[in-house]
């Protein structure tokens, strides 16, 4: 199976971890985009380590990819086939970093952007291991087989989308707080108005807000 690697960030204390955020980019970029998020959000977890794994596909416009998107036929149809079968290398990477670190996925956090949105929210719930948070900016939630059953951990999400976004429509993350709820998850949502497909500060800010809450727990 294919092994991730990419950009990271010690923890802020200098010492060993004792937790992890694993930040996924969007598409067509980088791990070294999203690690820049790293030092907004150290010092709310100042033991954990921040690792941004640059996705297994590489683009014909250079990046990487979590998956292929069908720009000429059904978006839809590639994104939700494609989450799928990207999962199980994200998946592979978490329990690896896990086995190496010795840090559970209870002090893990798995947050991403647009397409690494899309692979947070779907491989964090499939879970059988509750994980502090999940995170996803500008993306839209594929739900992963058997959820809402309680074989799988409902840990805390945080959604927020730019109104404006012409990437990824706005009321795809309006409908993941919609049927998260309904199943018993923690969530926390927020729009940024007047924002198109990016992280404005104040996204930026109320995620951060997010971690402070569930590292706290």
Known sequence: MTKLSGPMMPPANGQAPDAAVVLLHGYGSDGNDLIG?????????????????????????????????DWTGDRLASRQTGVIEARPVLEGFLRDLWAQTGITPERTILAGFSQGAMM?????????????????????????????RDALAKPPVCLVHGDMDDVVDPNLSSDANALLDEAGFDVSYHVSRGVGHGIAPDGLGFAAEFIGRVAAK
Do not use: C, D, Y
Not at 128 to 138: A, D, H, N, R
């Open 37 to 69: 998020l790293a030092p907004h959000w150290r010092h709310l977890l100042p033991g954990a380590l921040f690792v941004s794994p640059n996705a297994p596909i590489g683009t014909e416009m250079g990046g990487f990819q979590w998956f292929p998107i």
């Open 120 to 148: 947070a929210l779907h491989v964090g719930t499939a879970l059988p291991e509750k994980l502090m948070g999940i995170i996803g900016f500008s993306g839209a939630f594929l739900p992963p087989e058997g959820f809402g």
